[in-house]
């Protein structure tokens, strides 16, 4: 397998150096917009790993993608960029005739009249309009393969198989208590991507309503994560995995809250009321400028603070239902320690928990194991191959009985 790598930050330079362990590749190919962020990532494996090759690329041109995986005779294109460039990486490559993986996918856009009861453009949707061309041309799309949108997906679909025979609800849980010292603000994750997770109004979905909307911030609950983290507050916000697992996963209902804490929401608010969350440019003495561009630009890059972080990160979904008759409520989780991952990789724990399932999903398909065309998610494919890799993996995961 030849992999094109497109983006070298966190999450980009994460995988290059989980991969690196690994032997079911031949080569990978790391490009970014910035050349010498894809040079910094390749020398950071040392000299004695020649299956890694730095190049730049500007992931918005189709054209320039599509020509460079045919190039360097790529199989699969790995999209770690944020969302913006979702769209002209994925039809870059379905045009070379190679298949695509993502962590997030293409970009809602919210009901113009009714944003916080109904949906309008809802997260993946440009994405699975084009199922079918991927269909026909025989090319696989692995969309929402990260942490969570990814292994949240699979460990509900692993739910569905091996744990309950009905399930009432499925709710993905993120929270952590990581600090970073020397900061009141630092996000351990893209800020441009954290406003758009979580000023669009969250989504829902049940049975009988389908998808609907709520306002941001809503349904606020406090939820106990495992391995010494403890009790976090954690509300709704939109994420793809509502808009994935009902696709493939019999729910009533499911949802996505994530553990924020009340100084983050109060920061993300008063963005939103400033006018600092807009993607859409503004004119300043010199130029224009996007707002969001200009936050995320005087914030650290979350991939330089793991040296400063704290504490762990937990992803997982909670399942709700009934097994052999009987009520049952489980907590599938996965714990990243940030100092486990800095000793053992380099890598902060909020990035690598992200990088690690795109990898072992590259390994998957590269065995063959997980196979098929068209766009899916990670719950359309078996989930225990997944879950026994990550183990391999030396990242194990947990289940608790609620």
Known sequence: MRVLLVGAGGVGTAITRIAARRSFFDHMVVTDYDLSRAEAAVAALGGEETRFTALRIDASDRAAVTALLTEQRCDILVNATDPRFVMPLFEAALAAGADYLDMAMSLSSPHPERPYEQCGVKLGDRQFERAAAWEEAGRLALVGVGVEPGLSDVFARYAADELFDEIEEIGVRDGANLTVEGYDFAPSFSIWTTIEECL??????????????????????????????????????????????????????????????????ETLKTLHSLGLDRTDKVTVPGGEVSPRDVVAACLPDPASLGALMRGKTCAGTRVTGTKDGAPRDVYLYH???????????????????????????????????????????????????????????GSPWGLREQ
């Open 200 to 265: 669009n109004p969250p989504v829902v979905w049940e049975r009988d309503r389908g998808w609907f909307t709520t306002a941001p911030f809503s349904e606020p609950e406090v939820f106990d994560f495992p391995e010494g983290i403890g009790p976090v507050a954690c509300v709704n916000v939109e994420h793809e995995e509502v808009l994935l697992i009902p696709r493939w996963v019999e729910s009533r209902r499911v949802t996505f809250k994530y553990g924020l804490g009340d100084e983050f929401i």
């Open 335 to 393: 714990v990243v320690d940030n100092q486990w991952s800095m000793r053992e990789y380099g890598t902060q724990a909020v990035v690598w928990q992200t990088a690690i399932n795109p990898v072992i999903a590259l390994e998957l398909v590269a065995s063959g194991v997980w196979s098929g065309a068209g766009v899916l998610g990670a719950e359309a494919l078996a989930p225990r191959p997944f879950l026994d890799l990550l183990v391999a993996y």
